[in-house]
């Protein structure tokens, strides 16, 4: 199994231009004279950026996309109002194939709201995409609590991975073999159904007791909308995508929907991340049942101080002023601790998983 390290040495070893590998390769040397005990692990790429849009006309859908990938440009402040980010945009990225990680937020989100920890990733060696799920954003949440709430996000990621390999710019350097999906809230909940999870309803009627009243899904309105999705099942077929080979769960929704049952052709390796003071999906509820279903199918970590908003790049100003108690739930030194918890785990389990799945890295690897 590679350390972070390791993977990140022999990918950029093989991805830079020979130029700026000779100059990597003498930093690292030099360093490892002078600083005997330090691994030979090479500087991070740098971020470019597109924003994507795809229409599917037949659907009357479009997906607004922002990609991070890794470049040689200098990045500098870009303007997306209300938020600014750091990257170099369309710049030309590093030659060689890099790993797809597509990121699916939580209903309260859109596709800018990780954009610290898209752009990291970024610098890690992975081509990372968010898409702003339509139908189940921050600006439109018509179809919350349904069943299409969860089927859309499926198929939204589904097209990505269809579209992004056609991309001129970014389709020669995607490695269409190592595609991993992160999903927060509800697109967590998706990522277990695209690892082939079938919902089955079994422990929605037992949930609202243990919950309480006061629970996100208790409510009389909420309850006839969780009723709704559970008419659907059995599903006919799971909504899995063979093509993504790493999931990473945070703060999954929706735990009522499945059962021990749910998880019995799950093979996906899978990182299920929870936090402590997430009011709208507890994790006692949530995360620590399904990782009980999972039972030693996946890793796990626990942010005991953290919760939704406090995974989330640092709002705006005028965001923060309109949603406070999600832009402000922790200070500013709390969520750069937080997120690097975080990003160390992300960086460890998607490079153990992806790495693995790239006969070509491992060989590479084995002779280093």
């Known amino acids: ?3 972070q390290a390791n993977y990140r040495r022999t990918a950029s070893l093989s991805l830079c231009p020979n130029g700026m590998r000779a ?4 930093v690292a040397l030099f360093s490892a004279l002078f600083w005997p005990g330090r691994s030979l692990a090479l500087d991070d790429f740098k971020t470019g950026f597109l924003t994507l849009g795809f229409s599917f006309p037949g659907e009357q859908l479009r997906l607004d996309v922002n990609v991070w990938y890794p470049s040689l440009r200098n990045p500098r402040e870009l303007n997306y109002a209300p938020y600014t980010i750091l990257a170099a945009r369309e710049a030309k990225p590093c030659d060689g194939r890099f790993p797809l990680l597509i990121v699916s937020h939580p209903s309260p989100g859109t596709r800018f709201s990780y954009h610290d920890t898209c752009a990291w990733l970024a610098t890690q060696g992975y081509v990372v995409a968010a898409p ?3 139908y189940d ?3 439109n949440m018509q179809q919350l609590f349904t069943w299409q709430q969860l089927q859309s996000r499926a198929r939204d990621i589904s097209r990505l991975i269809d579209e992004l390999p056609k991309h001129k710019l970014l389709g020669p350097v995607l490695d269409n073999q190592r595609i991993g999906l992160l999903g927060f809230g509800a697109g967590g909940t998706t990522a277990l159904l695209l690892g082939g999870a079938m919902p089955d309803c079994i422990s929605w009627p037992d949930y609202c007791p243990k919950a309480g009243k006061k629970d996100l899904y208790c409510n009389p309105w909420s309850r006839e909308k969780v009723n709704a999705i559970c008419r659907e099942f059995p599903l006919k077929k799971p909504l899995k995508d063979p093509r993504i080979k790493a999931l990473a769960v945070v703060s999954p929704g929706f735990g009522m929907l499945f059962s021990p049952h749910s998880f019995q052709h799950f093979s996906t390796p899978l990182l299920m991340l ?3 003071k997430d009011n709208l999906n507890d994790h006692r509820l949530h995360a ?3 990782t009980g279903y999972l039972l030693a199918k996946s890793r796990t970590l626990f942010i005991d101080e953290a919760d939704m908003g406090a995974l989330m790049a640092p709002c705006p100003d005028s965001l923060a002023n309109e949603l406070s108690e999600l832009c402000r739930s922790v200070s500013p030194k709390e969520r750069q601790l937080i997120h690097k918890r ?3 785990a992300l ?5 153990d998983e992806l790495s693995r799945a790239d006969p070509q890295t491992e060989k590479t690897s084995e002779h280093n």
């Open 1 to 3: 199994m590679q350390t």
């Open 23 to 26: 100059v990597l390769v003498l």
């Open 132 to 134: 702003t799920h339509t």
């Open 137 to 139: 954003c921050m600006d």
């Open 274 to 276: 929870s936090t402590g």
């Open 288 to 290: 620590d049942v399904l």
């Open 342 to 344: 975080m990003q160390e």
């Open 347 to 351: 960086a460890s389990f998607f490079a």
